[in-house]
């Protein structure tokens, strides 16, 4: 999709805004790209310090050249940075822009750092934004009271989920247990997560996605994937159980909020951000809530970290 001067728009792209005759005051703003309405051809773009996305038509932006194919989720290794010589060589991923800098987050020392445009360049190594500087990842699986911890290279990461991370667990947990060798099909429900604080995956078809397709969505993981197999055999968790809460009225899908209040070292980093419902889970009292930076990334929070906005809605431009 091309805007002015023909320069193609991608999500998570860093643009300008120009020629807008309607609101001429935001010429000349820089923004970040967060998803094409096909309906209207339109961009929803987060303009810097405004509290809501505009829907721009690709006329009125153009790239912005200073970040060139830097976009938000792309793998960089940071080079030229003298006051942190340390820095020079790692790893990290782009989680969103602030100005003219932009937002890395930089497994290696669990940090996320605002670095200068010139001193990324695209990682040219193949790691994908979701593993470790060397490649692996490490998970956590979990059933019924039995826990492993594993190890993933690259070369597991391709392997379908089922293959890398499912069965060799199902053989551990059966030899553990005593019983006949268990398999896929005697798993009911499995879930995905990082701490609570990326998005959460209940998996309905773990027999054709890769491990790396599975766990493509889950940013700015601290250290380990939690992974909880529900066998088919296993009561239901009990839903209410753990989410006593008074009688506090759940807020309906699509509701605009703020996250406030996050204590964890992971959690404080997304205190401020805005984002929006999109799915609650009574038997963690957990909302999903879609980030609203550009990213898609969807976290997980209770009730008591989030502050209701009120319902979406985008400003549209009349260019």
């Not at 059966?174 to 609570?196: W, Y």
């Not at 989410?243 to 703020?258: G, Q």
Request: net charge neutral; hydrophobic share 40%.
């Amino acid at each position: 999709f091309c805007c002015r001067f023909g320069m193609t728009i991608v999500k998570g792209a860093r643009v300008r805004i120009q020629g807008l005759k309607s609101k001429p005051e935001l010429n000349g703003a820089l923004g970040t790209v967060e998803k094409l309405n096909d309906e209207t051809g339109r961009w929803n773009v987060m303009v810097d310090d405004m509290r809501e996305a505009l829907a721009l038509k690709p006329e009125a932006l153009t790239a912005a050249p200073e970040f060139g194919s830097l976009v938000v989720g792309v793998r960089v290794r940071i080079a030229g940075v003298d006051k942190r010589p340390e820095l020079n060589g790692k790893l990290g991923t782009i989680e969103g822009f602030q100005g003219e800098r932009c937002s890395v987050y930089v497994g290696a020392i669990k940090e996320t750092l605002a670095l200068k445009p010139e001193t990324l360049a695209i990682a040219d190594d193949g790691a994908a934004a979701q593993t470790g500087d060397d490649g692996t990842r490490k998970v956590r699986v979990e059933c019924n009271g039995v826990m492993f911890k594993l190890t993933l290279t690259q070369k597991q990461m391709k392997k379908p989920f089922a293959d890398s991370i499912l069965r060799p667990f199902l053989k551990a947990y059966s030899n553990k247990k005593g019983i006949d060798l268990l398999d896929v099909k005697d798993i009911a429900q499995v879930t995905v997560d990082s701490d609570a604080h990326t998005s959460l995956q209940v998996l309905t078809d773990i027999h054709i996605y890769s491990t790396e397709q599975t766990l493509m969505h889950l940013n700015h993981v601290p250290d380990e994937i939690d992974v909880d197999i529900f066998l088919k055999e296993d009561k239901p968790p009990p839903a209410a159980a753990s989410v006593k809460k008074k009688d506090v009225e759940l807020m309906p899908r699509d509701t605009r909020v703020m996250i406030d209040g996050m204590t964890s070292e992971t959690g404080k980093k997304l205190n401020g951000l805005k984002g929006r419902l999109v799915g609650y889970h009574a038997d963690k009292g957990r909302y999903d809530v879609k980030l609203a930076d550009g990213t898609d990334r969807i976290i997980s929070a209770k009730h008591d970290n989030l502050i209701d906005l009120g319902p979406e809605k985008l400003l549209e431009d009349l260019f």
